[in-house]
């Protein structure tokens, strides 16, 4: 498994951008495909975007694609979500996941979750 811990989260109006950051812990973060999910209050867990551990393949949920970028930088062990146009209905908490495999929509297939970081948008 691998440590991981996001950041980046906040208040920001509809239209605009926030940029989430997940920081992994040991060597071997660059094997691991990471993911994003969200999951707003009293809504089930969804998945948002993820990024294969080559950084050759992405998946966007389809409510967020042409708005959210996903990339990485194994130099920093860190994997970024690029938020921009940012709608209320965004509004969540948005956690970070690792599997040592090929990406997934389905969350039980990752092993490694952060803690989560809340995103606001107000209308």
């Known amino acids: 498994q691998v440590h991981l811990r996001e950041s980046g989260g906040g208040l920001v109006q509809a239209g605009g951008s926030l940029r989430l950051s997940c920081a992994g812990s040991g060597r071997t973060f660059s094997s691991y495909s990471i993911a994003w999910f969200r999951q707003a209050p009293g809504k089930e867990r969804e998945f948002v975007a993820a990024l294969s551990w080559s950084g050759g393949s992405t998946r966007y949920a389809d409510s967020v694609k042409g708005r959210f970028t996903i990339s990485r930088d194994d130099a920093k062990s860190t994997v970024y979500l690029q938020m921009n146009s940012l709608k209320p209905e965004d509004t969540a908490a948005y956690y970070c996941?690792?599997?040592?495999?090929?990406?997934?929509?389905?969350?039980?297939?990752?092993?490694?979750w952060g803690q989560g970081t809340q995103v606001t948008v107000s209308s």
């Open positions: 996941a690792a599997t040592p495999g090929d990406p997934s929509d389905y969350d039980l297939w990752y092993d490694s």
